[in-house]
């Protein structure tokens, strides 16, 4: 989005943001079932946030995807302007760059809003994975994790992550601050559903109220 195009967009619509990254492996090991299903998710995601008229305006979602390259699929748009892509799968799984490149995304929409007068909730990035982190510099893993601890730590980012099929929980418990769940099965419509839920709940509170957020039942720890 261009900085015009924000400029009216705030003006239309001044309502305080929480934004939302999807960050999501789209490498070769999702291809099939996975993504299928994936993408069926994200549909339901769209659909279910567009139920609540107050979350249609103010939850911004933005997908940045990871394979061999990292791609921001998605900008920052509004609900009721969020059109999943149709995600496609190849390549290898650069996930500590993906983990970075998210938090970039984060910090420069933040400083959007700041430019702007909007006010903002804690931003939510939600990592979906499926293997073992490879195709990077081991220290990539290293960086985003000490960035991202130190990140949580300042309250500037809530970090989920989920673990789907074969992957490898451990280190991904190792790498993030809130410990990972495991998807059951391919469930990721009921998993939208929940981040959609909780989404709406965030927007109806105060951008610095502490909310209860409805218990995962697609997940195991």
């Not at 934004?19 to 999702?30: A, E, K, Q, R, W």
Request: charged letters at 25%; one cysteine or more; glycine letters at 6%.
């Amino acid at each position: 989005m261009s900085l015009l195009e924000d400029t009216v967009e705030f003006a239309e619509n001044p309502e305080p943001r929480c934004p939302c990254v999807l960050l999501l492996d789209t490498s070769g090991s999702m291809q099939g079932p996975a993504l299928d299903a994936l993408n069926q998710g994200l549909v339901a995601f769209r659909d279910s946030l567009n139920q609540d008229a107050l979350a249609r305006m103010r939850v911004e979602v933005a997908i940045v995807t990871f394979d061999s390259h990292i791609k921001v699929a998605c900008d920052f748009v509004t609900a009721d302007q969020f059109e999943p892509p149709q995600l496609t799968a190849q390549g290898l799984t650069l996930t500590g760059s993906a983990i970075l490149k998210a938090l970039d995304v984060v910090q420069a929409r933040k400083a959007t809003y700041r430019a702007n007068g909007i006010a903002y909730y804690r931003p939510w990035v939600f990592l979906i994975t499926d293997g073992q982190p490879q195709g990077e510099p081991d220290d990539m893993l290293e960086k985003a994790k000490i960035r991202l601890h130190q990140e949580e730590a300042d309250k500037k980012v809530a970090f989920f992550a989920v673990g789907v099929e074969d992957a490898d929980m451990q280190q991904l418990g190792q790498l993030v601050v809130r410990t990972p769940l495991k998807l059951k099965g391919l469930n990721f419509r009921e998993l939208f559903t929940w981040l959609s839920v909780s989404m709406q709940r965030v927007s109806h509170s105060r951008p610095d109220e502490q909310v209860a957020l409805p218990p995962p039942g697609w997940g195991t720890v």
